[in-house]
């Protein structure tokens, strides 16, 4: 099936995988989160043991979708994940999403490798190099802070994407603190600028248009 729309893929791998006991578990984390970003299994799989691409078809919502993968893995103790976006045109939509084509899914997966090799966890490819150069820059800098999440401040940060609407307080009953721990955790993982840089990848990847 041949398609000419465009569209944002990230591909992502789990960084010190092979050091866990219990698989399990950090697999359980994946699927889930996976699955909270995309219903349709077509359009998400994992591979080769702890490799994993998804589809996110509203480009606009990419980077906030790599962000909060990277919250469901950090809230496993010991473990980060390399994660890759590629926007561009889809050419061609096989049965699932290892086997769809187009620019999207070549930027994607060629960023991940470079992104081994200079042991970056997080890079945007599109075929806008002023937009790469802009966005890669924000994120290198909200990468000092998001590499640097303990599990309570990925786990806070993964339940104010779930609940972007829920007070802090009502945030609180679901984890077990009061609203004060909360709003700490909240300032300490920055979650106030990660969400400012998120207004800014959405005004960016309008030009993407």
Known sequence: MISNTITSVIT???????????????????KDALSYLSNDKVYWEIYRGD???????????SFIAAVYIKACIKSIHGLDVRLAIGIGNKTYEGENV????????IFSGETLETLKKEKQNLRIKTNNNEIDEALNLYFKLALISMDSWTVNLAEIVKLSIEKPKALQSELG?????????????QKRAHLDEIKELDL??????????
């Open 98 to 105: 290892t086997e769809s084509n187009g620019e999207a899914f």
């Open 200 to 209: 800014m990848y959405r005004k960016k990847i309008n030009a993407l248009i």
């Open 12 to 30: 992502g791998d789990i960084i010190k995988s092979r050091g866990q006991i219990s698989p399990e578990i950090w697999i359980k984390a994946l």
């Open 173 to 185: 009953e679901l984890t077990g603190i009061n609203q004060n721990a909360v709003s700490t955790r």
């Open 51 to 61: 490799s994993f691409q998804i589809e996110i078809k509203d480009i606009h919502s």
